[in-house]
């Protein structure tokens, strides 16, 4: 250990990151970003309460439209989460070095998207009381029976591997228990005060990430691939295609990869961790993202071309309803902002500097939301027998208030935790950062 | 025109129990099985046609006996040896929606939904409109039964999905998966709950089911009326159409009636060229369509309704 | 600004007594709006067991709804002596009587009856006048060729005689309605009181035996009322109830006929993953263990 505070070359001490890295306390605008994410949330949970003593009759959805923001709120959520899997698993195996600091972003949020994903889908249920028919009744053949079991396994392997390389920071932040509070310190004691670092231990752990990183990637194509059958299992115009699989694990890969540029540029700002998440690591991820956003187009094409090139009766009233009808401007939007300009711009070397990247990085997220919307909604409004005898707000869907209340509460909640993790636990490994520039430092030596 | 069918089935099957019950002159059994009366043990005496005093159950006292109680796995079940179909004809709807309103009023359907749907259907631009009513399918390889994670909707031995709404979770895959739109929600408190005593009511308008009413938070729809079939009676919609259109009956008996009018199935088919909705999807329907030929009345005779509705 | 008190309640009880009033009267003005009709309907089925049905339903415009706790009495031939039943409608507005025995004399007197329906004081229905009949129903076959024969006889003068012109319907009882044995849908009797009707339902599934119940149906004659007779013969096919479509594993059966392709597919999938899942886990307090 001593000899990596003697490090040359300008590089830090491991002192100097520990102290670089260890979690801050909120500032003046940390506060008020959690209060206001508390307050939104606190909106969401009065809203619940409504919608749990009216019943759903407090949402916009109807006979018609049954599936409504919940549910694309659902959608998106597996979406972002998928990419824990990518930049963990997939870097780590692809042996991609840069990533390390960005592992535990990617972690943390899938982690706070998939605990939202079953919270939302749990807000959307009828009876929600009635929870345990599921395991009480479970029948093997629904998806919905796949979605919550692959949902609960993916949530136990993004939780292992968060917490796995979490032990060797746990122990630095265990031996400066001066500087922490006393609460932080009965979190890192409970947590990780077994964690002594011997070699015995990191040879069990290091397998376990690794055992772990090859799971999670199977799993991982399977949530999002039953998410998409809960659409794709049915008969409905836009929804009754092969592609749908593909086309939710493409799409989930950029709009999570987005957020990970968000809040790569996020907490490098705030937290001044321009040394550790540097100009390399945004110019890296927006090549990935030019990457992804092009698979994603691929698919987009495939999803709407195809149909559109035959126009069958029962997909031409959708599919015109969403070129040039009344969803064309979300449509378009979502296209646009969510695909075409986050290429474009990311084409450009100068796009994939960080300010600009967390401007795209906020696009692709924001266009991946109003995807999902158009997924779900535009599809329901086309039934196969016309729509008739029925009162007019039947006919249309818009979120009522308490949608939107609880759509944007989850939201606030997913940013929540993400927040009150990065408060207590270092955004970025401690230990991996050092051992790397250890390690980068023996290679400068011997090479010299 | 249409008699009032005010002689329910089940006063063929009391004198043969009645028979049986005084001596067994013969040994007939009942052939419906599905028709047991719960006896009471207890005997009134009556006189007969000739003038003789016999004995007959109490429980047939009662305009309609009750039948047994069935418990919620002997009710998804259903009944043994029957398979219900519908014959909707076409040719004879205009509109009236008398099944609608009866079925609205005998299954306590909330204000605004319907189990039953009137649709004004035109293929084409250049095909001819007519009235379609569309009911649940009850199909074979039902699509909504498919996505029930927990098991509440369920497709019966007799033919009828149903759905037990103390068990549905509400998460409405099964509207999703209905390529017939058939699935209605209860968004909010349900009527029979607002009117208070919901048990009673139900069981007054369902009958002795213990499936099949509705729940705030769960799914309903058009469910063949299973109280009724199970009495030997026809389902609501069937007997309040003015017109004849719909016709129920039991695929192995290969008879369907409207109450007035009762046809071989197999032969109605043939000879009216029924179809089913949606063949190509796979789904099998037990409902079948007699096209619009040779109307009773014309399209437009409907569109009084239509417009008189909407307001 | 002043108060422009056009409202010509002051307090809140005088406001609340208006309420109720007007709701009282607007609901005595909506049950006067519809029609209560009282129907009776005379039953004779195979000759033995004989009861009156009364339905009470209430006609609103062109909507009919059952009314029920609707209390009758109803009298064989004069009111207020010979009771027959006191009746009250159930749920779907109707009620049941049979005849009691003390009532046989009367009963045996006449071969005509009135049936006289009061409620409280009043007279509901006064003219329901019934003639004794009675209906047979029976099988021949020869050459191949099934006959059903009905006929009717009814009581005049205390003796039997053929009645003609009677409409009815013969064929097979079906659920819910009467499957016609021959081409026409309705039969009448000749003058001796009989009908033949030629049975051309070829192949009909009947029962596990293939049985059939035949019947024979007077519906609601204005002289005779309502007379069934029934008949089991063994004219079907017999049909084997088949179970076998809904015993199979599919995709839409219960949860206890899964498929088995997709038990085995699903289970290897959990216990593969969990299975590598708790693994980890032991690993983890493995990792625990070493550190305490």
């Known amino acids: 250990m001593s000899n990596l505070s003697t490090l040359t070359n300008g590089r830090r001490s491991a002192e100097q990151i520990t102290g670089d890295l260890v979690p801050q306390p909120f500032g003046k605008r940390g506060m008020i970003w959690v209060s206001v994410l508390i307050v939104l949330c606190l909106i969401g949970a009065f809203a619940y309460f409504r919608q749990l003593q009216e019943g759903l009759v407090v949402t916009g959805m109807r006979d018609y439209v049954s599936w409504g923001i919940y549910i694309s709120n659902f959608v998106f959520f597996v979406a972002i989460s998928l990419v824990g899997s990518l930049i963990t698993a997939i870097f780590r195996l692809a042996n991609v070095e840069w990533s390390t600091p960005l592992t535990r972003i990617a972690e943390i949020i899938a982690v706070s998207a998939i605990t939202f994903a079953s919270l939302i889908i749990i807000v959307d249920m009828g009876r929600p009381e009635r929870l345990y028919n599921l395991l009480l009744h479970g029948r093997l053949q629904s998806p919905i029976t796949w979605d919550v079991i692959v949902i609960t396994t993916y949530f136990f392997i993004s939780l292992l591997l968060l917490y796995l390389p979490l032990l060797p920071d746990l122990k630095i932040l265990n031996g400066q228990k001066t500087k922490n509070l006393p609460w932080q310190n009965k979190i890192y004691t409970f947590l990780g005060s077994f964690w002594k670092g011997s070699e015995e231990q990191f040879k069990i752990s290091e397998k376990a990430i690794s055992i772990l990183c090859i799971m999670i990637i199977p799993v991982a194509f399977c949530i999002h691939t039953v998410t998409s059958w809960l659409f794709a299992t049915t008969y409905r115009p836009g929804w009754d295609s092969t592609n749908f699989g593909a086309y939710f694990i493409s799409g989930a890969f950029l709009v999570g990869s987005g957020g990970v540029i968000v809040a790569m540029y996020v907490f490098r700002k705030y937290y001044h961790l321009e040394k550790y998440i540097t100009e390399l690591h945004f110019e890296k991820m927006g090549r990935i993202a030019v990457m992804l956003s092009l698979i994603y187009l691929y698919f987009n094409v495939n999803e709407y071309l195809v149909p559109a090139f035959k126009m069958k009766k029962s997909e031409a009233a959708h599919l015109e309803e969403l070129f040039t009808g009344e969803f064309s401007l979300m449509f378009w939007f979502a296209i646009l902002v969510g695909m075409i300009i986050p290429i474009f711009v990311m084409l450009f070397k100068a796009g994939r500097k960080p300010f600009p990247m967390f401007i795209v990085g906020m696009m692709i997220v924001v266009g991946a939301w109003f995807k999902r919307y158009l997924i779900v909604t535009p599809t329901l409004l086309h039934p196969f027998l016309p729509m008739q005898n029925v009162p007019d707000n039947y006919m249309h869907y818009f979120p009522t208030w308490e949608e939107w209340a609880i759509t944007i509460g989850s939201l606030a909640g997913a940013l929540l935790i993400i927040t009150f993790f990065v408060r207590i636990f270092p955004i970025i490994p401690i230990h991996e950062t050092i051992t790397e520039q250890h390690e980068k430092a023996e290679h400068i030596s011997v090479s010299k | 025109m249409k008699n009032n069918n005010n002689i329910p089935r089940r006063d063929f099957l009391f004198t043969g129990l009645l028979t049986a019950a005084l001596g067994g002159c013969n040994d007939k059994k009942n052939p419906f099985a599905q028709d047991e009366v719960v006896l009471t043990g207890e005997k009134v005496k009556l006189l007969s046609v000739d003038g003789e005093v016999i004995e007959i159950d109490k429980a047939f006292l009662k305009p309609i006996p009750d039948v047994p109680h069935l418990t919620n796995a002997e009710e998804r079940e259903g009944i043994p040896g029957k398979k219900f179909v519908m014959v909707i004809d076409l040719a004879r709807c205009k509109n009236l929606r008398k099944c609608q309103s009866a079925c609205n009023h005998m299954h306590q359907v909330h204000p605004g939904q319907n189990w039953i749907k009137v649709l004004g259907m035109e293929d084409a631009d250049h095909t001819a409109p007519y009235w379609q009513p569309t009911t649940c399918m009850h199909c074979d390889e039902p699509p909504c039964v498919k996505v029930c994670p927990v098991d509440a909707t369920f497709k019966r031995q007799d033919g009828i999905v149903l759905i037990d709404n103390e068990r549905c979770i509400g998460c409405r895959f099964c509207m999703a998966a209905c390529p017939y739109s058939a699935r209605v929600f209860n968004w909010e408190e349900t009527l029979m709950a607002s009117q208070g005593g919901s048990e009673e009511h139900h069981h007054h308008n369902s009958g002795p089911t213990s499936v099949a009413h509705q729940v705030k938070g769960t799914v309903g729809k058009c469910d063949f009326c299973p109280e009724m079939t199970r009495q030997g009676e026809l389902p609501h919609c069937v007997s309040a159409c003015p017109n004849g259109v719909f016709m129920f009956g039991d695929l192995n008996e290969d008879t369907v009636t409207n109450g007035a009018e009762t046809f071989r199935f197999s032969e109605l088919i043939k000879d009216k060229a029924g179809y089913r909705l949606m063949e190509d999807l796979g789904t099998k329907p037990s409902v079948y369509y007699l096209p619009p030929v040779n109307r009773n009345f014309p399209y437009e005779s409907g569109l009084e309704k239509e417009t008189g509705d909407e307001k | ?292």
Request: aromatic share 10%.
């Open chain 3, 1 to 292: 600004m002043k108060k422009l008190n056009i409202f010509p309640f002051q307090n809140r009880p005088t406001l609340l007594l208006f309420v109720f009033a007007v709701s009282l009267l607007t609901r005595q003005l909506a049950a006067q709006e519809g029609k209560k009709i009282v129907k009776l309907h005379y039953v004779n089925s195979n000759n033995r067991v004989q009861y009156l049905l009364l339905e009470c339903v209430l006609k609103k415009g062109k909507v009919l709804t059952p009314i029920s706790n609707q209390s009758y009495k109803i009298y064989l031939d004069s009111a207020g002596t010979n009771l027959i039943s006191n009746l009250t409608t159930d749920e779907t507005g109707k009620a049941k009587a049979f005849i009691p025995p003390s009532l046989k004399a009367v009963w045996d007197a006449s071969s005509q009856h009135t049936f006289i329906v009061m409620s409280d004081d009043e007279e509901v229905i006064s003219d329901f006048v019934i003639t004794k009949a009675k209906i047979t129903l029976d099988t021949s076959g020869a050459d191949g060729v099934r006959n059903l024969t009905a006929s009717v006889m009814k009581m005049e003068n205390n003796k039997w005689i053929p009645a003609a012109d009677v409409e009815m319907k013969v064929g097979v009882q079906r659920l819910g309605g009467i499957l016609s044995a021959g081409e026409e849908d309705n039969y009448t009797t000749d003058s001796s009181g009989t009908l033949i009707v030629e049975f051309k339902r070829d192949k009909l599934p009947g029962d596990q035996k293939g049985n059939l119940l035949l019947v024979a149906k007077v519906e609601d004659n204005e002289l005779f009322g309502s007379l069934i007779a029934e008949k089991k013969a063994l004219w079907g096919v017999a049909t084997k109830v088949d179970t076998a479509f809904f015993d199979q594993r599919t995709l839409w059966s219960t949860r206890f006929r899964t498929p088995y392709w997709l038990l085995f597919m699903a289970y290897s999938i959990i216990f593969g993953v969990w299975g590598t899942l708790i693994y980890l886990i032991r690993q983890v307090i493995k990792i625990k263990k070493l550190g305490a």
